[in-house]
């Protein structure tokens, strides 16, 4: 979108959160919470806080092997080195050796048994962070080193898996294949992605009295955190207070896998009593920590002369490194969305999980969603080029639709919008001439190739581990009528705060400057569960509502009896509160209730109904709806040197009714951009050892401000609206989008396609890298 | 040891710069200590944060300026690899230092009121960038807002809400003069030498800032063993990511001749100290494709410190500007003592790792020839990232012609082999021959027995081979003048 129509949409900016709103603020497009403390550097993450005069610094020794023994281990040097205070190896945890979430298999420290290179083996504590990271580097360690599967391929040949393969099936396969009018199979290798948030892994840790811990963490998940340390150091969970104000990004990189870096803090906080922080270097970072999982994906399907799919089988195969972490969910929800927007009449999608000596791979936004995703456009493409057809009819020609609208795992969709989404898009974007003009350069033209492609994602929203979708929320609104909002969420730069902060603003009718927003906190908010799923709003933000909603009617309550008014006459807007035809302000009334012993303060609490699902049968309802959207991209490749650039991408994305239309353009272009690196530039590369060679910037190339597509015209579905009672009618919006750089993935493929003319599809992988793409033009 | 002259040669154990109008000074100190960490935790001003130490984040962006006769020239770099020594003399920006109590800077309202900021965390650098563009801060001017941004990564927004808050801004002129007299009082007038017992390290570590050429000559002589220091660039990631402990730093930034550049009728000399981003517009002028590299190498505060000369000492396989100044066929000047020799180019890379430099000898000045009227000239860079990316393959071509025959090619390239070299076989091939696609493709093919890549994260050997000819193929397509790449066309309009 240029300036020009971005100001236009987000007309009311001028409202920024410490101003007065006069009317709702839900639906503004307000600034995001912090955005004043952001520009001055003052918004404070984990490192800004002031350090503790006895302040522990923390560094692991870390494995140099993917895959041994640990014969001997000798830390002499490392405990005689300057400045350290202690080292800690696996026995001297007092109870739990684990920081993983599902399975009890990631270990703070190994434990005999490395497998993967940057393992952590031991925790050195020292006086200053060169110190611990000197020391580090000084361990004499003996190990025994054993076969290690480094590869996708590595581990199949050796059927190494994390856990039974999951089949998901709809009719018989073979028998409608073999019918099948046309019949085409491939493969496609989609890469892994590291999230490189800004903001390093960090926490700090701090002993309290009574053996308490405090810990200060940047964590998508405070509550799992509390639970694993409580454990680690047997305590009981109520012992430990984890708090998080907000993170520098996470992008899912937050959700489990900062609990290393605050159990090791707590670890040596509980041990020598002093206060202890974890700021990991970005290196060891990238090494440590688990990334999108790499996919190997095999697709055999069969379609009609008008590239309706009659049977589909889709194979996955997923590097899930050497711990389960989620990887269950994760290539769960590959499956989930190996049907994106298309009705697939018979179906089996398989999907090995396989356990390789790597680190273990993780969340990453789309968790699963983008990689089940891929294959099937990209199973749509080669349809295209086998028939010849513009991709965008064969997209088309398989839409869900009346009729034919359940998907492979049972559910009905109900709420499809992506056809009237793709036609406004379509004729918005000027695709068809431009597709046009683009054939026609690419006949003139000599060396340079262009292609453009619409594709369209629908993404399941709920935690699909159903018991995750609950959240709660704690307000106390105090007598000079601010109000205080906590609850389950936590702040990555996605604007939650803001938008649950704009929803209780409007439950009580104040100005947001009323608000104060709070950090998340495991002692104000219990058991709450990751902030991720895209789930924020839709559960923080109706918990609050609820809990807004019950002081404000405890209120009304109280008012109405005492004015002898009715209930309906009382109404809270503006600042003030209508009593009948008396106007009071809000201020005055908390401080009447409070007079009148009305309690100002009440949790809320919010489970998403409806949902259902069965892991044994793959069927269900694991989804409350659909979030929905589309990308036009237009690129242009050098068949010289496989260099390729977006010109343009036009996006049209439903938020349904948006409660901050800022804040979730934001959150479509960020999610854009990132997913346009994970398809382009971000390459992970491992040796035959299994070390990360691409574990810094200069070597991991996120997309630059130049990487920009050219020109990017951005919008919200106007007539976007959730038909499921959400807070507001709104939509999650933080992965959708991340999928609609899949339309650049496909636009690379026309170009290189045009370049070669075969009648099948260029063998293109993931990222399409200059040399990716080179190297597909000769095949 | 140390000799006593030298120890004589150098004042105090402290140096002083400027801060939000305060003169700080620092003694006793880590000379390694970065910028980055004294303001975090020396100052506790943590509104510059770390996000890579290793400079190509951006989220520890500062300003620094220095003084030129009556004028500040400020500079955008990363703080989290630039020595505190370095700022010695020097005022300093950071993002605490734009908002006047509530009033913030017309930059943060706009980053504001666009949406610029999510997680906040690369923010404070990406103000800094900007700022240092609304007042015309080293590289910035004419320099497209994608490459004043180059230097700043951000994982949240795309992009596009900043770019809108640079272009709302307008330029301003900063009112520097309480700076400038406060820099003129703590102007050096000899050279620096701290000196601090490093009870971590175990050693003494030493720090010199020479003033002068034979200060600097005279330092090398009686240590030898120490390490040059031009813009810290690379050495900053030694001491932040290797940890290694360095006893003695000469720095080169306040050597006055090595930071000159003259632009002569034949050529262009350019001083060992001179930063990228000093030298951009000469050798623009020397050759579009010359800038055009320079662009492309590191970003702005990259180039901001980062010097052609500590370029070509380091000794890089891939060798940013190498491949194009063996191209174009520079020379440089070494100089031990007082003894200099001039040397071509190509001849100081003796094999990966390994440079024609003796001991406490050091690299004075490059020359570089201009090319002829109707020379064919191409530089190629290729890598994953057009910006901020380090080349997989980097190419440079000087092609003459007479009456349609190839007189002189000169063919070099980087990350071909392990360090930068030229394409003998490739060149051979060229010579005498007509000027024509055949000759092209067979010069092309000749690159097989000009070099064995290798395969690493940027690119496989056979990827390298294939597109090292492809750029030589692709030569004969753009000599209409017609250079279209992919960075050059729009979107069509359908």
Not at chain 1, 507 to 524: E, I
Not at chain 2, 339 to 346: K, Q, S, Y
Not at chain 2, 464 to 472: D, P
Request: charged content about 20%.
């Amino acid at each position: 979108m240029d300036n020009a129509t971005r100001s236009d949409r987000l007309n009311g900016i001028q409202h920024s959160v410490a101003q007065t709103a006069s009317k709702s603020t839900v639906s503004e497009a307000l600034a995001h919470d912090s955005a004043v403390l952001h520009v001055r550097g003052q918004a404070t993450y984990v490192d800004d806080s002031p350090e503790a005069k006895k302040l522990l610094h923390l560094a692991f020794g870390m494995s140099q092997h993917a895959h041994a023994r640990i014969l001997s281990l000798d830390l002499t040097a490392v405990r005689s080195s300057p400045d350290v205070v202690a080292v800690f190896t696996a026995d001297d945890i007092p109870g739990e050796n684990n920081v993983g979430p599902v399975a009890k298999d990631d270990k703070l420290l190994a434990d005999g048994l490395v497998e993967f290179v940057g393992q952590p083996i031991f925790l050195v504590a020292a006086r200053s962070v060169l110190a611990a990271r000197i020391a580090a580097k000084l361990a004499v360690i003996e190990y025994e080193v054993l076969p290690a599967w480094i590869t996708i391929s590595d581990a199949r040949t050796a059927g190494s898996l994390i856990e039974a393969t999951q089949r998901m099936k709809r009719g018989e396969v073979d028998p409608e294949l073999a019918k099948s009018i046309h019949r085409i199979q491939g493969s496609i290798e989609i890469g892994g992605q590291e999230h490189f948030y800004l903001e390093g892994q960090v926490a700090v840790a701090t002993p309290t009295e009574n053996r308490g811990m405090y810990i200060l963490s940047s964590s998508q998940h405070p509550s799992e955190i509390q639970h694993l340390i409580a454990r680690m150091l047997c305590r009981n969970s109520a012992d430990v207070t984890v708090e998080v104000r907000r993170m520098g990004g996470a992008f899912g990189g937050k959700e489990t896998q900062a609990a290393l870096f605050a159990a090791a803090a707590a670890l040596v906080a509980d041990k020598t009593g002093q206060p202890a922080k974890f700021r990991c270097d970005r290196d060891d970072d990238m090494i440590v920590t688990g990334k999108r999982h790499d996919f190997l994906v095999d697709y055999d399907v069969g379609f009609d002369d008008r590239g309706c799919i009659d049977a589909i089988r889709l194979e996955f195969a997923s590097r899930c490194g050497a711990t389960l972490d989620l990887s269950s969910a994760i290539n769960d929800r590959a499956m989930f969305h190996a049907d994106n927007c298309y009705y697939l009449k018979t179906v089996e999608i398989i999907s090995h999980r396989l356990k390789t000596h790597t680190v273990s791979n993780t969340a990453f936004r789309g968790f699963g969603g983008p990689q089940g995703m891929m294959a099937i456009e990209r199973a749509m493409d080669a349809i295209a080029v086998h028939l010849e057809f513009d991709p965008l009819d064969v997209r088309i020609a398989n839409f869900y639709r009346s009729g034919r609208d359940v998907t492979p795992y049972g559910m009905k969709v109900e709420d499809f919008v992506v056809d009237q989404i793709v036609q406004e898009l379509r004729k918005s974007s000027a695709y068809d001439a431009r597709r046009a003009e683009i054939a026609k350069f690419n006949l003139e033209q000599g060396f340079l190739k262009r292609g453009i492609a619409l594709t369209p994602v629908k993404f399941g929203i709920s935690f699909t581990t159903t018991v995750l979708n609950q959240a709660g929320a704690l307000i106390h609104v105090y007598t000079d009528g601010s109000i205080q909002l906590n609850h389950g969420g936590t702040e990555m730069g996605q604007g939650l705060y803001i938008k649950v902060a704009q929803i209780v603003a409007d439950v009580f009718g104040v100005p947001l400057c009323k608000v104060r927003l709070t950090s998340a906190r495991t002692d104000k908010v219990p058991n709450t569960s990751a902030t991720a799923a895209s789930s924020g709003t839709d559960l923080n933000g109706m918990a609050a509502y609820n809990a807004a909603t019950t002081i404000r009617n405890r209120i009304a309550e109280f008012i109405a009896a005492r004015h002898q008014v009715e209930l309906e006459r009382i109404v809270f807007a503006n600042g003030q509160v209508m009593v009948g035809n008396e106007r009071h302000s809000f201020e005055e009334v908390c401080r009447i209730a409070y007079l009148g012993r009305v309690s100002l303060s009440s949790t809320g609490f919010y489970s998403t109904p409806k949902i259902h699902y069965d892991r044994a049968t793959h069927q269900g309802r694991p989804f409350l709806y659909f979030a929905y959207g589309a990308a036009v991209s237009e690129v242009v490749i050098d068949t010289f040197t496989g260099e390729s650039r977006v010109l343009r991408t036009d996006i049209l994305h439903d938020a349904g009714r948006s409660i901050n239309p800022a804040i979730d353009l934001g959150q479509v272009e960020g999610g854009f951009i990132q997913g346009m690196g994970w398809l382009t530039t971000e390459e992970l590369v491992y040796d035959s050892k299994g070390r990360l060679l691409t574990h810094s910037p200069s070597t991991y190339k996120i997309p630059c401000a130049s990487d920009r597509p050219v020109e990017m015209n951005i919008q919200l579905w106007k007539p976007g609206i959730n038909r499921e009672p959400t807070i507001h009618r709104s939509k999650a919006v933080g992965e959708p989008p991340l999928m609609l750089a899949i339309s650049v993935f496909s636009a690379i493929t026309q170009a290189i396609h045009s370049a070669t003319g075969s009648r099948t599809i260029p063998s293109l992988n993931a990222p399409a890298t200059p040399e990716r793409v080179l190297l597909s033009l000769d095949k | 040891m140390l000799n006593v002259a030298s120890r004589n040669q150098g004042t105090h154990n402290k140096i002083q710069f400027c801060l939000d109008g305060v003169i700080h000074g620092v003694s006793d100190f880590d000379p390694t200590l970065s910028l980055l960490d004294w303001l975090r935790f020396q100052a506790c001003r943590t509104g510059t944060k770390e996000g890579c130490a290793e400079g190509d984040c951006g989220s520890c962006t500062v300003l620094v300026g220095t003084l030129y006769d009556d004028r500040i020239l400020w500079r955008a770099v990363n703080a989290c690899i630039l020595f505190l020594p370095m700022v010695d003399g020097k005022a300093l920006i950071t993002v605490e230092s734009l908002a006047k109590q509530d009033d913030m800077h017309p930059l943060q309202k706009a980053m504001v009121e666009l949406h610029g900021s999510q997680c906040g965390f690369c923010t404070p650098g990406f103000i800094m960038s900007m700022y240092g563009r609304t007042i015309g801060a080293s590289g910035t001017c004419n320099a497209s807002l994608d490459d004043v941004l180059a230097g700043n990564l951000c994982r949240c927004t795309g992009y596009g809400p900043i770019i809108a808050a640079a272009n709302a801004i307008s330029l301003e002129q900063r009112d520097d003069a309480s700076d400038i007299t406060r820099l003129r009082s703590i102007a050096r007038k000899e050279m620096l030498h701290l000196i601090y017992d490093d009870p971590l390290a175990g050693i003494q570590r030493h720090w010199f800032t020479p003033t002068s050429v034979s200060q600097l000559s005279d330092l090398l002589l009686s240590h030898p063993d120490a390490r040059v220091v031009a813009g810290a660039t690379d050495v900053g990631l030694w001491v932040t990511k290797q940890h290694r402990m360095l006893d003695k730093i000469i720095y080169l930034g306040e050597v006055t001749e090595l930071n000159q550049l003259i632009e002569c009728e034949n050529e262009v000399v350019i001083g060992a100290g001179v930063r990228y981003n000093d030298a951009h517009a000469a050798l623009y002028r020397l050759h579009p494709d010359l800038g055009l590299l320079v662009r492309r190498i590191g970003a702005v505060q990259v180039r901001n410190a980062g010097t052609i000369g500590g370029n070509i000492a380091n000794g890089s396989p891939i060798g940013d500007m190498p491949p194009a100044l063996i191209a174009f066929e520079a020379s440089l000047t070494l100089r031990l003592g007082d003894v200099r020799r001039t040397i071509p180019l190509e001849k100081f890379f003796l094999e990966y790792g390994k440079q024609d430099r003796k001991t406490s000898e050091f690299i004075e000045s490059m020359s570089i020839p201009r090319p002829k009227n109707g020379d064919i000239i191409r530089i190629v860079k290729l890598s994953k990232r057009f910006d901020s990316d380090i080349s997989a393959v980097c190419s440079a071509m000087l092609i003459r012609l007479e009456a349609g025959r190839i007189v002189h090619a000169r063919i070099a390239f980087g990350g071909m082999a392990g360090i930068p070299k030229r394409a003998i076989h490739c060149e051979s091939q060229l010579i005498g021959s007509d000027w024509s696609a055949s000759t092209l493709e067979l010069a092309a093919q000749a690159l097989a027995k000009d070099f064995t890549p290798l395969t690493d994260v940027r690119g496989s050997a056979a990827y390298r081979l294939k597109v090292a000819g492809n750029l030589l193929r692709r030569l004969w397509l753009e000599q209409d003048g017609t250079r279209a790449t992919v960075f050059d066309v729009e979107a069509v309009h359908g």
